[in-house]
């Protein structure tokens, strides 16, 4: 979906690099979302944000951490990659509505390799 | 533990045949329940959801799935398929603390 974007779409690093990998939407959704899709595992949660102020762990935050420095931007970054963490990452949006969980709209993911 | 089952990893079919996916979660409470799809490179689209009302959903392509609250399931269906359904599809659960659960996945592969 063109309205989210993810930037690298690809990148290979070396083990101990710092990495941010930026998501963006136009979508005006206040809730972001980054997961990891690993073969066999499906999508993890690593981190949500509900609003500008609001940051929360998903299931698999260590070695993560993030930004949301605008409704339209949640970045997420690698503080010392490490080859474990090769991954292809997705992020994705949402608005709420009246539901408690709606329907979340993923961006074209960014595949990640740590060597 | 919140958790969402898919039963099969792998699926392959030919063209015309009828494919079921199973979907099992676990969790008592209110769920709203989502079929994802993913083409070969490229990104999830949604398929079809359930929030309330009438159990059996329709969504994009022919694809159905039916929602049995008594066994937790919301399994994924269609009667015909094509070589273009050939994808990896994702069962997600959305519970009371607003997030989605994702099950493992299940390839399709649909040959000519």
């Known amino acids: 979906d063109a309205d989210v974007t993810q930037t690298p779409r690809n990148r290979i690093t070396k083990t101990g690099k710092r990495i941010m990998l930026e998501c963006s939407q136009t979508?005006?959704?206040?809730?972001m979302y980054w997961y990891r899709q690993d073969p066999g595992l499906g999508l993890r949660l690593i981190y949500y944000?509900?609003?500008?102020?609001?940051?929360n762990k998903g299931e698999i935050s260590d070695g993560y951490s993030v930004s949301r420095q605008a409704q339209a931007k949640f970045s997420l970054s690698l503080e010392s990659a490490i080859p474990n963490q090769t991954a292809l990452y997705f992020c994705?949006?949402?608005?709420?509505?009246?539901?408690?969980?709606?329907?979340?709209?993923f961006g074209p993911g960014t595949r990640l390799t740590v060597l | 533990a919140q958790s969402v089952s898919q039963h099969n990893h792998h699926v392959i079919l030919s063209e015309a045949a009828s494919l079921e996916l199973g979907c099992n979660y676990s969790?008592?409470?209110?769920?709203?329940l989502f079929w994802y799809v993913q083409y070969p490179g490229q990104h999830l689209q949604l398929l079809l959801k359930?929030?309330?009302?009438?159990?059996l959903v329709k969504g994009i392509k022919g694809f159905e799935a039916e929602f049995i609250k008594s066994k937790f399931s919301f399994n994924l269906r269609k009667p015909s398929v094509q070589w273009s359904d050939t994808a990896e599809y994702f069962c997600?659960?959305?519970?009371?603390?607003?997030?989605?659960?994702f099950g493992a996945g299940t390839t399709v592969t649909v040959r000519a």
């Open positions: 994705a949006t949402s608005d709420p509505g009246l539901a408690v969980t709606d329907t979340q709209y």
């Open positions: 979508k005006g959704h206040d809730r």
């Open positions: 944000s509900f609003d500008v102020k609001d940051i």
């Open positions: 969790y008592g409470g209110t769920v709203n």
């Open positions: 359930y929030f309330s009302g009438d159990p």
């Open positions: 997600a659960v959305g519970m009371d603390d607003y997030k989605l659960s």
